[in-house]
């Protein structure tokens, strides 16, 4: 059954996607609040009659998660939305591994150096991803730089994450997609989304995917619906911000990346 916290998740990621093609998706049904049945999470339907069905499942974390978060809270993540590091038009989201910082750093001088740091070479770096080493004392740090362009007349953000080295393995994608495909393949829609949520900042879901992509079971079970959308909210709670992208099929670009301020509307999305 679902949870109140996942129907705001499947609602907003759903203005997203409206907002991102131009649809006019909405919830009509919440079949799995019969918790008797093997029913899909919501059922959609547009303004020209389509139907939509959605499953949504949340993918765990790693190990020691805990740990991990109170040194970057304390390191990276006040650099958030930080004014020196924000340039118009564009969106930055800037990592850490998970691991990063070691024993026997003063964590409170991280963010200043990463700060003065950033701030210097951000404007240098070209759009997309780039992996930037940088000197803490004796040691060395690298973050991974994802730069990417909206409408010039956009502000800029500046979103800190972490990130999981091969990401907690197969299992716990495979598991996920094995419970949940069948169930949405068998429900009568003229389309069919799975969405996979990730609320920790670290990790990716496409890490994850790329690992069980080519199993041919999986190609067979993704096969039998339409689409796998990532839906991050990390940043729901503290910036109202949830992300989205697609997993499958694989796009060649990013250009449908884009995000929503769920409390103002604010969309945002890369700029091609």
Not at 104 to 118: C, D, F, K, T
Request: with cysteine.
């Amino acid at each position: 059954m679902r949870t109140s916290k996942d129907k705001r998740v499947i609602g907003h990621w759903l203005t997203l996607f409206n907002r991102l093609t131009g649809s006019s998706f909405r919830v009509t049904e919440w079949p799995d609040e019969d918790s008797s049945k093997q029913n899909i999470d919501a059922r959609c339907v547009d303004d020209a009659g389509r139907v939509m069905a959605l499953e949504h499942t949340l993918l765990e974390p790693f190990e020691n998660e805990k740990a991990d978060a109170a040194r970057f809270l304390q390191t990276l993540a006040p650099l958030e939305n930080d004014p020196v590091l924000l340039q118009q038009g564009v969106t930055c989201l800037v990592s850490q591994k998970v691991g990063a910082i070691p024993n026997g750093i003063n964590w409170a001088s991280v963010p200043g150096h990463l700060r003065s740091e950033l701030a210097r070479i951000l404007p240098s770096l070209p759009d997309g991803r780039t992996l930037v080493p940088l000197k803490l004392g004796d040691m060395e740090i690298e973050l991974s730089v994802q730069k990417m362009r909206s409408a010039p007349d956009k502000p800029g953000h500046f979103f800190t994450a972490r990130r999981y080295p091969g990401d907690p393995g197969p299992g716990l994608i495979l598991n996920a997609l094995q419970r949940k495909i069948p169930k949405l393949a068998a429900a009568p829609a003229d389309m069919r989304i799975l969405l996979l949520e990730k609320d920790a900042v670290a990790g990716t879901i496409e890490s994850q995917y790329e690992q069980v992509m080519n199993d041919e079971s999986v190609q067979t079970l993704v096969g039998t619906i339409d689409a796998i959308w990532a839906v991050i909210t990390a940043a729901l709670e503290r910036e109202n911000v949830i992300f989205t992208n697609p997993i499958h099929p694989c796009e060649d670009d990013d250009r449908s990346f884009c995000s929503l301020k769920v409390n103002t509307g604010e969309f945002w999305q890369v700029h091609r």
